[in-house]
């Protein structure tokens, strides 16, 4: 997956050590960061893309990364079920 993304990120002049951060508030600071970036949805999409488990991506705790890829699973899984009963 292609990454020139990441130049243009408001996290790109900061230390990446801010953005694994070893408690929650720490997580809040690193958040506040992402809130106005251009590139705040691609970070997501990659972080979510590359199942990436730890740290802060798109302005996201890994805790919620785990909660939109679970949302994201269980809405693929009623779209197969929905074209399945349209196609009996």
Request: proline letters at 3%; charged letters at 30%.
């Amino acid at each position: 997956m292609e990454t020139i993304w990441m130049a243009n990120g408001n996290c790109a002049d900061k230390a990446p050590a801010l953005f694994f951060p070893s408690d929650g508030v720490g997580v809040e600071i690193a958040k506040k960061v992402c809130v106005d970036c251009p590139v705040k949805v691609q970070c997501l999409e990659y972080a979510l893309d590359q199942r990436i488990d730890h740290g802060v991506w798109g302005g996201t705790s890994e805790r919620e990364r785990r909660r939109i890829l679970r949302a994201r699973a269980g809405r693929r899984q009623t779209d197969v079920r929905s074209a399945a009963a349209l196609s009996r």
